[in-house]
């Protein structure tokens, strides 16, 4: 079975050889008939620009987030409630809410019973949630909900079957 990084270099090198008969042939005419005109000169380069933009498939998407471990595996988790910046310190979470040192959530499954699976209120400490997959959330209530809260990110999460995806109320991310 070939790997995916082994089919798109294949592909790759079907790709260059497309594009060295293509100026071969672009050589050739203009060898041929010294005098093209400015259209067949533009539709040249067109096909040249459209042959030399990278293309990427699936599975090379895949492997390069594979390989920055966006992919980790997650741990199962209960919802989450942070209310004021001292309860991050106080659940344990990594960081000390510094720009340079933001608390850290990440790498959780979080199946809610129709509240917020993260609601973190009335918060100035710098926070990210990332990697997390969230689901359940009710009426009015978000995989994620922010409330009266700032310097908070987002990122790579998966949030499905909730009223919303992320909430936010008096906060700005």
Request: hydrophobic share 40%; aromatic share 8%.
């Amino acid at each position: 079975m070939q790997r995916s990084s082994d089919l798109s270099n294949s592909s790759e090198k079907v790709r260059s050889s497309l594009y060295i008969k293509l100026v071969v042939v672009i050589i050739v005419r203009i060898m041929m008939n010294r005098t093209l005109k400015c259209a067949d000169t533009l539709f040249i380069l067109t096909i040249i620009l459209i042959l030399s933009l990278p293309t990427h498939t699936y599975n090379e998407v895949l492997s390069s987030r594979e390989e920055r471990n966006l992919f980790a595996p997650s741990t199962v988790h209960s919802p989450i409630e942070i209310d004021g910046d001292s309860e991050f310190a106080l659940q344990g979470w990594k960081g000390n809410g510094t720009k340079n040192n933001p608390y850290l959530i990440e790498s959780l499954t979080i199946m809610s019973s129709g509240e917020s699976c993260i609601k973190i209120m009335n918060t100035n400490s710098f926070f990210i949630i990332r990697n997390c997959t969230l689901g359940g959330a009710s009426f009015n209530e978000g995989g994620i909900a922010i409330s009266s809260g700032a310097n908070g990110f987002c990122c790579n999460n998966t949030i499905f079957s909730c009223d919303s995806g992320v909430l936010l109320w008096f906060s700005y991310m």
